[in-house]
């Protein structure tokens, strides 16, 4: 049976010692040090509980009449805003590639034929909405039986076929997004103007490190055995901590990964066939998605008006 001593109120503060213990007698009940100098009041609520350490702050303390951090998420859609393109892009399949001679020069081009399949805008995306303004463009066709029924009620609202392929292009503003339902056919590109293209790389499988990341193996003699082609040591010993570090170059899936090819010129528009003809090679095999968008670092193209031409010839007829 405890005493009376056990079961009295310990009291508001208490206050421990350098060095201090404190026991639990089942009978003489809590022995307080009673030697040192006081120094430290301790609550009885966190006392043995929690820490008596404040917590941290939060990372992205971002409130009401706070400057935005620059390691915020909203900092770093707002610093991407300024180097967005101004007009959407198209989606292209990728069919070939062939050369283009110049008829003056005679040099050779490698070039890449691009075509666009009905493509067309399903919706928008806006920054009070979702945060940022983009356009959501789909091409293709796919039979309505083989499409969910979610994806048929987006595609009914906005009164377009079912599409194969959709993807989305960042715009910079809300001038760039274009009506729903418009078609984006081959002409919406310029010959001479610089375009960017997005799509995914050849897959080659599980590769070695030879093919994987050019490494030279080992030697084929000297008592090497059975790895000449094995990377060899994947870590330092004690000196480096006796372990692998993050990111090490190792085999495994090599290519299927999205690849961007930037400033490659347009060389041929075929409106009648929804062709582009782009410079140089274009990452993929045949048959491949391919995005293309206006070139960030190259000048923006100048877009034709609608209106622009007539209003130049009566200009041109009053002169």
Same mark, same amino acid.
């Given at each position: 049976?405890?005493?009376?001593?056990?079961?009295?109120?310990?009291?508001?503060?208490?206050?421990?010692?350098?060095?201090?213990?404190?026991? +639990?007698?089942?009978?003489?009940?809590? @022995?307080?040090?009673?030697?040192?100098?006081?120094?430290?009041?301790?609550?009885?609520?966190?006392?043995?509980?929690?820490?008596?350490?404040?917590?941290?702050?939060?990372?992205?303390?971002?409130?009401?009449?706070?400057?935005?951090?620059?390691?915020?998420?909203?900092?770093?859609?707002?610093?991407?805003?300024?180097?967005?393109?101004?007009?959407?892009?198209?989606?292209?399949?990728?069919?070939?590639?062939? $050369?283009?001679?110049?008829?003056?020069?005679?040099?050779?081009?490698?070039?890449?034929?691009?075509?666009?399949?009905? #493509?067309? /805008?399903?919706?928008?995306?806006?920054?009070?909405?979702?945060?940022?303004?983009?356009? @959501? *463009?789909?091409?293709?066709?796919?039979?309505?039986?083989?499409?969910?029924?979610?994806?048929?009620?987006?595609?009914?609202?906005?009164?377009?076929?079912?599409?194969?392929?959709?993807?989305?292009?960042? *715009?910079?503003?809300?001038?760039?997004?274009?009506?729903?339902?418009?078609?984006?056919?081959?002409?919406?590109? @310029?010959?001479?103007?610089? /375009?960017?293209?997005?799509?995914?790389?050849?897959?080659?499988?599980?590769?070695?490190?030879?093919?994987?990341?050019?490494?030279?193996? @080992?030697?084929?003699?000297?008592?090497?055995?059975?790895?000449?082609?094995? +990377?060899?040591?994947?870590?330092?010993?004690?000196?480096?901590?006796?372990? *692998?570090?993050?990111?090490?170059?190792?085999?495994?899936? +090599?290519?299927?990964?999205?690849?961007?090819?930037?400033?490659?010129?347009?060389?041929?528009?075929?409106?009648?066939?929804?062709?582009?003809?782009?410079?140089?090679?274009?990452?993929?095999?045949?048959?491949?998605? #391919?995005?293309?968008?206006?070139?960030?670092?190259?000048?923006?193209?100048? /877009?034709?008006? =609608?209106? =622009?031409?007539?209003?130049?010839? =009566? $200009?041109?007829?009053? $002169?």
């Amino acid at each position: 049976m405890l005493t009376k001593r056990c079961t009295q109120k310990l009291p508001a503060h208490l206050y421990t010692s350098t060095p201090s213990r404190i026991t +639990m007698s089942p009978r003489l009940g809590l @022995q307080l040090p009673l030697w040192g100098s006081l120094i430290t009041p301790i609550s009885v609520r966190s006392f043995g509980i929690r820490s008596l350490t404040p917590p941290k702050p939060s990372r992205y303390n971002v409130g009401p009449g706070l400057p935005i951090l620059e390691s915020s998420p909203e900092a770093a859609l707002r610093r991407k805003a300024n180097s967005l393109p101004l007009r959407a892009g198209a989606i292209t399949i990728k069919k070939g590639m062939t $050369a283009i001679f110049d008829p003056e020069t005679g040099k050779r081009t490698p070039c890449t034929v691009l075509q666009l399949d009905r #493509v067309e /805008v399903l919706s928008h995306k806006t920054v009070s909405k979702h945060g940022y303004y983009a356009v @959501q *463009v789909g091409a293709g066709w796919k039979h309505p039986r083989n499409v969910t029924k979610a994806l048929l009620g987006h595609f009914s609202a906005h009164g377009s076929s079912p599409k194969r392929h959709i993807f989305e292009f960042r *715009v910079k503003d809300e001038a760039g997004l274009l009506p729903i339902g418009q078609s984006i056919e081959a002409g919406w590109f @310029q010959e001479g103007q610089f /375009v960017d293209t997005r799509s995914n790389t050849k897959g080659k499988g599980f590769a070695g490190v030879m093919k994987r990341h050019g490494f030279g193996g @080992q030697d084929r003699s000297h008592g090497v055995s059975l790895t000449h082609r094995s +990377m060899g040591s994947s870590g330092p010993g004690q000196g480096g901590g006796s372990r *692998v570090y993050p990111g090490k170059k190792m085999a495994g899936n +090599m290519g299927n990964t999205q690849n961007t090819v930037q400033n490659l010129k347009i060389l041929k528009v075929d409106s009648a066939n929804g062709i582009v003809v782009v410079s140089g090679a274009v990452s993929g095999p045949k048959g491949c998605v #391919v995005r293309i968008q206006d070139a960030i670092k190259k000048p923006w193209p100048e /877009v034709p008006v =609608e209106g =622009e031409e007539a209003v130049k010839g =009566e $200009a041109t007829a009053a $002169a």
